[in-house]
C-alpha cells in the first residue's frame, strides 16, 4: 500500500504564494502517476494537476495554468501555488494512481486547507 502525508497549507493573502508538499510512503514502486485535487466549501472535488511518475510529463487544470507548478523530488511531489487568488480558497488532497493486481487504484491524503484573503 501507498501512504501519503501532506503539508504546507495555510492562509495567504491574495496575490501571494503557498507551496503543498505530499510524500509517499510505502509501496512507491506501484506510483503510476500522483498530482492534486481540490474541494471548495460546498463544491465538488476538482482536479488540479498531475505529473507521471515516470517520464515527469505533468498536467494542469485551465484554472491554475501558468500559476501552478508541480514538481517532484523522488517521493515527494509539491505545488507551488503563484498569485492566488480568493477563488483558490479549497482543501487540496494529493492523490496517487497506483497499480493494484490488474487494475489501478487512487489513493488520497488527509487533505490540507489553503485560504487565500481578499
Known amino acids: 500500500q501507498v501512504h501519503l502525508a501532506e503539508s504546507g497549507g495555510g492562509l495567504v493573502q491574495a496575490g501571494g504564494s503557498l507551496t503543498l508538499s505530499c510524500t509517499a510512503s510505502?509501496?512507491?514502486?506501484?506510483?503510476?502517476?500522483m498530482g492534486w485535487f481540490r474541494q471548495a466549501p460546498g463544491q465538488e472535488r476538482d482536479y488540479v494537476a498531475t505529473?507521471?511518475?515516470?517520464?515527469?510529463k505533468t498536467n494542469y487544470a485551465d484554472s491554475v495554468e501558468g500559476r501552478f507548478t508541480i514538481n517532484r523530488n523522488k517521493t515527494t511531489i509539491s505545488l507551488e501555488m503563484n498569485n492566488l487568488t480568493p477563488e483558490d480558497t479549497a482543501v487540496y488532497y494529493c492523490v496517487s494512481a497506483t497499480t493494484a493486481g490488474s487494475g489501478v487504484t487512487n489513493v488520497w491524503g488527509q487533505g490540507t486547507r489553503v485560504t487565500v484573503s481578499s
Open positions: 505529473i507521471n511518475w515516470s517520464g515527469g
Open positions: 510505502g509501496d512507491t514502486f506501484t506510483i503510476i502517476t
